[in-house]
């Protein structure tokens, strides 16, 4: 089951505050999800997760399919209780990894075939599978196996990518029956604005509990990405929840939001956090930097994340530069209450309709969102 | 400042039972003191180590002499606030590392100069110099600087380390002066037991707050180990409190405190929790056995620890076999409280006067203590 409420429209974009209701709880409207590739948000727990503000998770079903494996995780009571997460999951349906980590991906219409990136095994993903994988994990959002087209496909190699996953889609959605579980569409496309009009209509024809943007943030330039989003979000049906796909950084998010985007995901914050690099409302920094040597501030001083109010930058630092352990748990819940609290800030702006103004936006805000 | 009071005697040992004051509060004995090498408690917080009942942390003095530097955490208040733990703090002196991590170390009758291991570069330790580094990190307990002597050394070898130590534990006191730091001397004399009771003789003639044995668990075997700790312990200050350094595994603890030892400290919970060797009431495991593939069990039913209350057996494999951090702070966790609940179900057969036999003591007792 899954139901989407707009509460209220922003007056000054044409974000959406909504509530998304599935089968472990409510998700309040545009959202960011963390991560939780192997049934964990790297670093961190799920009470640091719920403490973070964070909803909603994402579980990457090839990951997860190869290790320790869908099967055992459903004898095991599920994903949820498998990584002690009893809030929402949404699972992606593991095409994109097996397009962007394995070598060789053989694609036929039946479905892809492909190596293991672990030992090297064959496997065989086709949209049946996909949907199986998925329902055994037992997320509250599955996603449609579809074939992503590359940043730079032409139009020819991008629509018959985008051919396949409509019937691909169809597929999944004939697997799908109601019940606890409920089913979101992926419109390709590639960067051609003609043919993400025309999947639109395809999946919309389908029908989906909701509507991912699916191929971008793939390596195309910021402004192409833009584009073909703003192109994109309003054809999608408004009464139900759009999520587009691997965004992004705080401005991507602010810019998207703005085209009326509800859900997000990308690996960003936590990779980030354990590469040193730390959002805060002046913007981002890297914790290695010499000049926190010796400073006793928070990090950020209108973070209200453990690691903020009760660490310096100092501290940070010397954990960052001694390989501690408690300095990539310290990073990451700083990071994701960063982001979740940029999603708080786009929601009590669109609730009070102000313009998107909160603390930290003139760090983040795009030059092309400036333009736009 | 510290206090030390002895509430109770063991009735079937030399346990026992008593509470250590300290500036920043109260430790009750027999304890266990988790290793925080470089200002943090590996994989864990201030918050995790409170919830599995530690109420004392040690701090490696040398390490952090080079990292950051003892001088800027006390500029930026001292190592309790810059590792945000309000609890009592224990250092080292910093000789056993310069000893065992350092090549070159020289030793003259005014210190001991060595290379670090990090960049290379040359120190000196003197007495004076370990106890400013370890004023500068305010400690609650400071240690005094010895030489320990190699497990194998010849008992002149022992005899002139001893000697060295006593001449620099006279130095320490002399820089030491009343106020919210405590001094412990340490007892050294190789494995020789005339030694042994003539240095304490030496060490309480000096004067101490409390009084460690060192030069122990240095590469001797566990028969030696206990016979030294077994001569040395009675002729310790019944009213002060007795640390023994570096010591042990959960049956190491069992026949120690029986033989009237108050603290200890070890690096093995931890770092046998990032190798995936865990501290159960039914023995050592390690997580990465396939026999806990499919495992829905809780890894320790009698463990009141988050790992064993909220994730299987499988869960726990699996974090380990995908190396996620998450993973090393579960088990990390799950082995502190398996201590500390070790030292609670001491502490309180000492209280009620029963044999050490609760829960797991079968799986963990030394062949050494059942002659001894």
Redesign the interface.
Known sequence: MLEFEILKKHRYSDARLGRVTTSHGVIDTPAFMPVGT???V??????DLIASGSQIVLGNTYHLYL??GHE?IR???GLHR???WHRPILTDSGGFQVFSLTSLARVTEKGVEFKSHLDGSTHFFSPERAMEVQQALGSDIMMTLDEPAPHDAEESVALASMNLSTRWARRCQAMHSPGDQALFGIVQGGMFPDLRSQHVEEMVDIGFEGYAIGGLSVGEDKATLLKVARHTAPLLPTKKPRYLMGVGTPGDLLALSGMGIDMFDCVMPTRNARNGSLFTSEGKVNIRNTRF??D?RPLDEHCPC?ACR???R??L???F??D???G??LNTVHNITFYQNWMANIRQAILEDRPFDFTGVESYRLEEDAEG
């Open positions: 192997r049934g964990t790297k670093a961190m727990t799920p009470e290790r320790p055992l004898e095991l009571g498998f990584m002690n040597r010796d006793a453990p009760n660490y310096s100092a501290y630092r010397h954990l530069l001694a501690e352990i408690l990539l748990h």
